[in-house]
């Protein structure tokens, strides 16, 4: 993992297409800003956990035998 201290308004660049910048500090939050092209898809670490075990739970083999007995 990189740390990187940054003040507000400072910003750090990944990837030559993605732009994050400090936009706000206030107490033990900050605020950020992701500038990043469309594709690129930007979610909050619980989101994105969740998405992951939603699609693990859809592909759960149990899932696709109810789904096969469906379909005879």
Same mark, same amino acid.
Do not use: C, F, H, W
């Given at each position: 993992?990189?740390?990187?201290?940054?003040?507000?308004? $400072?910003?750090? !660049?990944?990837?030559?297409? /993605?732009?994050?910048? +400090?936009?706000?500090?206030?107490?033990?939050?900050?605020? *950020?800003?992701?500038?990043?092209?469309? $594709?690129?898809? !930007?979610?909050?670490?619980? /989101?994105?956990?969740? +998405?992951?075990?939603?699609?693990?739970?859809?592909?759960? *083999?149990?899932?696709?035998?109810?789904?096969?007995?469906?379909?005879?």
């Amino acid at each position: 993992m990189l740390a990187l201290s940054r003040k507000k308004g $400072e910003a750090l !660049v990944i990837s030559n297409n /993605i732009e994050v910048t +400090i936009l706000e500090i206030k107490g033990d939050q900050v605020k *950020v800003g992701i500038t990043a092209p469309r $594709e690129v898809p !930007v979610y909050r670490k619980e /989101i994105y956990l969740q +998405i992951q075990d939603s699609n693990k739970a859809a592909t759960d *083999v149990s899932g696709m035998q109810a789904l096969k007995d469906l379909l005879g």
